[in-house]
Each structure stands twice: as structure tokens, then as C-alpha cells.
């Protein structure tokens, strides 16, 4: 496959697979999502490679999520909402060798959905996290919302969901969401340093510790599937269209008028 929205480079066998849209702050199409699961497919399962990375190109963003430029109702791929992102995350948890995602500036939306699917995050101290489901029309119905809760705890994750308010890479930190933050200027060199601790590892205790790991929350996968069914049709209610408008518009969005349930 070629890539138009990623690159891929191996390091000392580690995988580096980076979003390349840094003129849309790296958030991702179908096309993004696609391109990924081909990388996260020949990473893992490339006996020659340790650990991989994910990243964002420049310096702006790691992701901010869906391409809202893309998106009118449905996005412009594949799957239930036109994204394949069921599949991606799936494949992030079932590659069995250890992710890191290296968070250079804003994980937002689905790329902070990223992170918390990755196994472990290095934050740069200028890093900022987040989520906008709920101010652009959009939730992730799974592991973005369940899993979010296992790593910051109940209480924190819904704050994080229903004020979408942003953090600190301290703040982050602080709250079980990343596991290092360094200078900006030293982030690939520290996650250099852990991707050769990794690499010093059992290669086959580390893929068990994994899967050990994801089978106490795989319940979530269903209800992902099942909440993507769902999201399908918020997509394509005016609730969730007028949070997108209000994006692309960049004015502040009006859900008043819509009821809820
Ligand atoms: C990231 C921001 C907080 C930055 O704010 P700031 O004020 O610094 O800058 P601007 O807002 O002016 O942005 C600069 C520039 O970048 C463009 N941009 C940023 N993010 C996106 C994006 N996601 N899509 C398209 N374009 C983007 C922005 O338009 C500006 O362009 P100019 O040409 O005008 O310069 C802030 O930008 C922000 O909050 N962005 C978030 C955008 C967003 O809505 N993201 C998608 C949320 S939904 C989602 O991600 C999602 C993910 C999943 O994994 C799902 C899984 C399952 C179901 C659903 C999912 C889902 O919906």
C-alpha cells in the first residue's frame, strides 16, 4: 500500500508510525484510518520489531480526531460511520507487542481516544489532552468513554467527557493518562530510551502481559460495535450536524434547541 497520510520508518526495532496531516492538526479520514491498520498490521506481526510507536508530524498536534472537514453526517471511508475506527482500535489493542504513543502538542477527540488505547503515553510538557465529543456533535461509544474510565477512574472521565475541557500534560499525568512527561525537546530521546528497555524484554511475556491485560476489558469491543450502530444515526441528526457546522463555521454551537433524550 502506499501511504499518503502516514509514515513508517523502523528504528532499532521499533515501528514509528506517524500521522503526516499536520496542515489539519493530524486528524484523520478514511483514508488515515485505512493507511494505519495496514502499518499496525506489518508491525505486528514483523517478528523484527520489538515495540511501536505512534506519532503525530509536527509540532501542533499528535490528533485531534476525526477529520471534521470531512465529514457531513457520515465520514468519508469506510464502515458504520464511514471511518474504520472500530478496526483500528481493535488492532492497536490486538498487536501483541507494547504501543506508545509520543504526544508532542494536542491529543484531542479521537486522538486522545488513541492515547488511551495505547499501552503506554510520553508526553511533551507542552502536550494538551482532551475531549470534544459533546461540543462538536460526535461521542466515542466504547473504549473512547469505558476504557478512558479504567485509566482516570469514573468520576474523572465523565468530567472529561461532559465539559470537554482541556489538560495539562502535568494535569494528565497527574491523573493516570500519561506515564511520562519530559521537556519538548527531549521526547524522542526518552522514548527512544523506552522502546530499548522494551526491546531488552521477553518478547512473548510481554505479548502475554497484553493480552492478560486487554482480556479484563475486552467487554468494551461489544459495546464499541454496539455504540457505533448508534452513533450512525446521531451522525445523521441535526443535533449532531449543527456541531459539526459550528466547527467548520467556528462559532460556538446552539444544542439547546434540540430536546436530548
Ligand atoms: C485542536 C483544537 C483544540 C485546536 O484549537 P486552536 O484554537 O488552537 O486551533 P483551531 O481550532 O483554529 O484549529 C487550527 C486549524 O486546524 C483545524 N483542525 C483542527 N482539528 C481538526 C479536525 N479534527 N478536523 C479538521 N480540521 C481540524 C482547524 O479547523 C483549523 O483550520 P484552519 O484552516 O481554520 O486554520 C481545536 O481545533 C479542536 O478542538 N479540534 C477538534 C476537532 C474535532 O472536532 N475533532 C473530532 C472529534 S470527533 C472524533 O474525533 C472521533 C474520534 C473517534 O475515535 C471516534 C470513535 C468512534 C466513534 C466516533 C469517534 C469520533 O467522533
Redo the contacts with the bound molecule.
Sequence with gaps: MDYQDILYAVEDGAAWITINRPE??N?FRGRTCDELIHAFGRAGWDRSIGVIVLAGAGER?FC??????AHEGQYDGRGT?G?P?EEL?TLIRDVPKPVIARVQG?A????N??CTLCDLTIASEKAVFGQ??PK?G?????F?TALLARSVGEKKAREIWYLCR?YSAQEALAMGLVNAVVPAEELDAEVRRWCAEIMERSPTAIAIAKRSFNADSENIRGISSMG?QA?NLYYASEESKEGVRA??E?RKPDFRKFSGS
Design positions: 489539519r492538526m486528524a498536534a485531534t480526531g476525526g477529520d471534521q472537514s460511520i471511518l475506527i482500535q494536542y484531542i477527540g479521537g486522538g481516544v488513541l470534544v465529543g462538536v460526535s461521542v466515542d461509544p466504547g473512547g482541556r457505533m452513533l466547527f467548520n467556528k
